[in-house]
């Protein structure tokens, strides 16, 4: 079975850090892009970061480039979110996905996604 599980969400200080995990399990995610998304309430889920599972390339939304940083760790087979700078308007529920072939334009649009994660939340307080 393919599983996308979230960790390391929680409650942080404005101007503070948190690290996501996204641990994938059931098969290989060679040429798979893999991004991050957020949905506040009331709102729209949104794509934040992505990037190709065996691939240096990535792409991240232009509200947090400069303070996150996607990465693979290939050893632990996870896709983390390093977040830096945390400010209230990050505060959501963080989304992995991955889609296949991998893509960071169609990923970024929704575009391909074969799995999820669960969601995590992420409360920044101010």
């Known amino acids: 079975q393919v599983r996308l599980v979230e960790s390391g969400g929680g409650l942080v200080q404005a101007g503070g850090s948190l690290r996501l995990s996204c641990a994938a399990s059931g098969r290989t995610f060679n040429n798979y892009a893999v991004g991050w998304f957020r949905q506040a309430p009331g709102e729209e889920r949104e794509f934040v970061a992505a990037?190709?599972?065996?691939?240096?390339?990535?792409h991240y939304a232009d509200s947090v480039k400069g303070r996150f940083t996607i990465y693979i760790d290939d050893v632990n087979r996870t896709a983390n979110l390093q977040m830096n700078s945390l400010k209230p308007e990050d505060t959501a529920v963080y989304f992995c996905?991955?889609?296949?072939?991998?893509?960071?334009?169609?990923?970024?649009?929704?575009?391909?996604?074969?799995?999820w994660g669960q969601g995590i939340q992420v409360t920044v307080s101010s």
């Open positions: 996905a991955a889609n296949f072939p991998g893509n960071l334009l169609n990923i970024a649009a929704m575009k391909g996604i074969e799995y």
């Open positions: 990037i190709i599972w065996n691939g240096d390339n990535t």
